[in-house]
């Protein structure tokens, strides 16, 4: 029998530095870990500042989340199938947010929905909507930070989905609209569950453009990473157990995701 190839192993001159590396990556998690209070934890998830912090950030994520498969959806749609004149700026501008610092991007929201912005001045003098430091501007601040995740996710589920069904459906008479909602997402549902699970989790760990733009005011804007930094001032216990149930969510968005980068990568 032939014996299959061994794997060449790899240079002492990559393995150190993909060591200390890994280290580097690693041991801030293992301190946290280690450097938890177990046994007030329970106690101290508990405490009213902790629980409203958990709930404005599971709630203002949820809806963060749904906006941006409400408009992102449609959006992926339009630069995949759909070219114009200038869409390679269009995608350029949808990906900004994600090399953006985020507390440019709330400054950016404050200059446009403030109340003397260049809509917001007008959403406040027609309708009386004030937008920057309440619990609507937190869920906005996070849309504005994570749409790009599920536009980027859904448009090259799109560019690789097979046009062949939607032409199919085409000949059979369907109109484009049945051809989207009854061929096209269902072909690209792993996309936008991808890009939904992603924009969740962007949603949930924002902070510069959050603290910019809507505050940081228990009960109505304080997130969790707003909380986080607040409590390592006054109470540096209770920032470690915000940090352990933001790096749980984290871990479980990667295992959530994980079937798919494997997928993907074999």
Do not use: K
Request: net charge positive.
């Amino acid at each position: 029998m032939r014996r299959a190839p061994e794997s060449p192993r790899p240079p002492l001159v990559l393995v150190a530095p993909a060591l200390v590396g890994l280290a580097f990556l690693v041991l801030p998690l293992a301190g946290l870990l280690v450097r938890a209070p177990w046994t007030t934890l329970g106690t101290r998830l508990a405490q009213d500042q902790v629980l409203d912090a958990l709930r404005l950030s599971l709630l203002s994520a949820t809806l963060a989340t749904c906006l941006c498969v409400l408009f992102g959806v449609p959006l992926a749609w339009t630069l995949a199938r759909a070219p114009f004149p200038g869409v390679r700026i269009v995608r350029a501008l949808v990906t900004v947010p994600l090399v953006l610092p985020p507390v440019v991007g709330g400054v950016a929201l404050l200059l446009v929905l403030g109340r003397r912005g260049l809509v917001g001045a007008h959403l406040d003098a027609w309708f009386g909507i004030t937008l920057p430091f309440t619990t609507a501007g937190v869920v906005l601040a996070e849309t504005f930070v994570a749409m790009p995740f599920l536009v980027i996710s859904v448009e090259g589920a799109l560019r690789a989905a097979d046009l062949r069904y939607e032409e199919a459906a085409a000949t059979l008479g369907a109109s484009r609209w049945t051809i989207f909602r009854r061929v096209t997402l269902p072909l690209v549902a792993p996309g936008v569950a991808a890009g939904a699970v992603l924009c969740w989790a962007r949603a949930l760990g924002e902070f510069g453009a959050t603290i910019t733009f809507a505050g940081n005011f228990p009960g109505r804007t304080q997130t969790m990473p707003l909380a986080v930094y607040l409590a390592l001032e006054t109470d540096p216990q209770a920032a470690i157990v915000l940090s352990l149930v933001l790096l749980a969510v984290s871990v479980a968005v990667l295992a959530a995701l994980r079937d798919r980068w494997v997928s993907t990568s074999t």
